[in-house]
């Protein structure tokens, strides 16, 4: 089954706590993205992955950093959440193509700081 | 730098009628992919449509579809006979070919609201 799995799907956290959003594919996929969804902005990307331990910014990367030490799996991590980190966060995978790539989202991970 | 942008913010439409949803870009690539997706009111964001920019034929997949004008840098989405359910959140995105990046970049979204 094509599925990319979030976890935790809901999270509040005290403003100065570590936050760990993870997420999971079982398609193989090499690239790997975490973007954040904002009203009125769209998805914004926060990292993108091209493989295990090869990672890139995207356009908002500061507050954020993370790990992909397997193919299928890709974290990112808030170290001391701050408030306007509040959010919902997509993760997604795609294939390898040179005819451009289709991606393939989770459920979102819905992060409230306090 | 690529820049994607949805004006309409909202639009809303009879059941069975025919829309279009606008989206322009902006790149300084000879070759890209333009894509749409769809985030219903779960939140699940799908993929629908893409073109090609060397294509000249217009996608079309199921009761959607695609006009694509290159020299206006433009891609509309077109849906026929909609259906209550296509209401959702409608994204435009693109990618260009020849930067060593894989980033896709979104739109800021279009509400579509079909009424019975």
């Known amino acids: 089954d094509m599925k990319v799995t979030q976890m935790p799907r809901y999270l509040i956290k005290r403003m100065g706590e570590n936050v760990l959003l993870e997420c999971g594919q079982d398609m193989s996929h090499e690239t790997m993205y975490w973007y954040r969804q904002d009203p009125g902005l769209g998805l914004q990307l926060i990292y993108i992955s091209y493989d295990v331990d090869s990672n890139s910014e995207g356009d908002i990367p500061k507050g954020y950093r993370v790990s992909r030490k397997k193919r299928e799996h890709f974290s990112l991590i808030l170290d001391s959440a701050k408030t306007n980190q509040t959010s919902v966060y997509f993760c997604?995978?795609?294939?390898?193509?040179?005819?451009?790539?289709?991606?393939?989202f989770g459920e979102g991970s819905r992060l409230i700081v306090v | 730098a690529q820049k994607v942008t949805q004006t309409q913010t909202s639009i809303s439409v009879m059941e069975k009628t025919t829309v279009t949803m606008d989206c322009v870009y902006e790149?300084?690539?000879?070759?890209?992919?333009l894509f749409w997706y769809k985030q219903t009111a779960s939140g699940e964001i799908v993929f629908l449509i893409r073109?090609?920019?060397?294509?000249?034929e217009n996608a079309t997949v199921g009761h959607y579809s695609l006009n694509f004008q290159k020299p206006k840098s433009s891609i509309g989405l077109i849906i026929t006979a909609t259906q209550i359910e296509d209401s959702a959140v409608y994204f435009c995105a693109m990618r260009e070919a020849s930067s060593g990046s894989w980033q896709l970049i979104f739109g800021s979204g279009t509400q579509l609201t079909v009424m019975p």
């Open positions: 997604a995978s795609s294939l390898w193509t040179a005819s451009g790539n289709t991606l393939y």
């Open positions: 790149t300084q690539d000879s070759s890209y992919f």
């Open positions: 073109q090609d920019s060397y294509k000249k």
